[in-house]
């Protein structure tokens, strides 16, 4: 699987986002890369799990990408008081030299969240990794749709693929089929697409779905929880 060529791009809030120039497309949000993560994956998905009676939180990222989910998820890892086992898939792995190149440093709490953005992109694909006492990686290289994952297990589900006319074959009825049976019973699923056809293969699929506020420059977001 060879990677697309990207480029560093700067966002409205001081982080940095990669942009695909074959597909015109940006894997983070230019108005913030960083505040779109923790409103859409963090604050609409994580945090009301983290509430719940769980010792362990199953979280299952669609889409690795630079890994700014996942280093913000471990982040809140260390002050959560529950263990999360960290789940992602991607298809297209960036190499550290290019993740490296967008210079978080300036936007992270603190200088070891670095080391551990380093720690997630050289962690070994296809086996489970423990990072911390409270967070356990496990990086899967491939298609979802050809993925076999656990059914009835993950209480967050963040599905972070490229929009759907750049990646239309990861937005399909039977995707998010796959994803409500791996969802615990009252697992959501969050993404920053609010589009009406995403919504409806979402309902066909069993999701009970609602629209919330989007982040900065986005007026909706789409949270899916799936039937208790």
């Not at 894997?27 to 923790?38: D, F, K, N, W």
């Not at 080391?115 to 086996?127: E, G, I, P, S």
């Not at 995403?198 to 069993?206: T, Y």
């Amino acid at each position: 699987m060879s990677t697309p060529h990207v480029e560093v791009r700067a966002t409205a809030d001081g982080s940095s986002t990669l942009y695909v120039p074959a597909l015109n497309e940006h894997y983070h949000s230019t108005h913030g890369a960083l505040q779109e993560a923790r409103h859409v994956y963090l604050a609409a998905g994580l945090e009301p799990a983290l509430t719940g009676e769980n010792p362990v939180v199953w979280v299952l990222e669609v889409g690795f990408g630079t890994g700014l989910n996942a280093l913000l998820t471990l982040e809140r890892s260390l002050t959560a008081g529950q263990k999360i086992f960290y789940d992602t898939i991607e298809k297209f792995p960036l190499p550290w030299e290019v993740v490296s190149q967008m210079h978080p440093e300036g936007h992270l709490a603190s200088p070891e969240l670095l080391d551990y953005q380093h720690q997630l992109h050289a962690a070994a694909w296809n086996r489970p990794v423990p990072l911390t006492p409270t967070f356990e990686l496990l990086k899967r290289a491939g298609e979802l749709q050809t993925t076999a994952l656990p059914h009835n297990t993950y209480q967050v589900i963040y599905f972070d693929a490229f929009a759907p006319e750049k990646q239309p074959d990861m937005w399909t009825d039977e995707v998010f089929a796959q994803l409500y049976h791996a969802a615990a019973p009252g697992g959501v699923l969050v993404s920053y697409c609010a589009k009406g056809s995403f919504k409806r293969s979402l309902k066909a699929a069993g999701w009970l779905v609602e629209k919330i506020p989007g982040p900065p420059g986005k007026r909706e977001m789409t949270r899916a929880r799936k039937q208790e």
